[in-house]
Nanobody
Framework: QVVLVESGGGLVQAGGSLRLSCAAPGRTFSSYAAGWFRQAPGKEREFVAAITRSVGSTNYADSVKGRFTIPGDNAKNTVYLQMNNLKHEETAVYYC?????????????????WGQGNQVTVSS
């Protein structure tokens, strides 16, 4: 069952921006941590960013710090990922995830709920 629904992916040129959305129909993120992961072709899924919804604290992979943010104006059932200055090597399928037990963890095994994936292609 797909619990989380993603949107906002697409094709951009290197240096461009995209904003991904992740919605949890019938649920609220207020008591969850939400995370973003990505999987590039031929590679393992890796952590991108996460937020502890109750306090708004965030956790970012070193590779995206200063460029990616999880905005603080999320609706209670929606979380976003603002991606700026995208690089070609960041072409990947991006996934959102949620947990009802942990904070802004980078460990994908801590997440019980996942979106369907959203293709982001960054042209060079």
């Amino acid at each position: 069952q797909v619990v989380l629904v993603e949107s906002g992916g697409g094709l951009v040129q290197a240096g461009g921006s995209l904003r991904l959305s992740c919605a949890a129909p019938g649920r609220t993120f207020s008591s969850y941590a939400a995370g973003w992961f990505r999987q590039a072709p031929g590679k393992e899924r890796e952590f991108v960013a996460a937020i502890t919804r109750s306090v708004g604290s965030t956790n970012y992979a070193d590779s995206v710090k200063g460029r990616f943010t999880i905005p603080g104006d999320n609706a209670k059932n929606t979380v976003y990922l603002q991606m700026n200055n995208l690089k070609h090597e960041e072409t990947a399928v991006y996934y959102c995830a949620a947990t009802n037990y942990y904070g802004a963890t980078s460990n994908q095994n801590d997440y019980a709920y996942w979106g369907q994936g959203n293709q982001v292609t960054v042209s060079s």
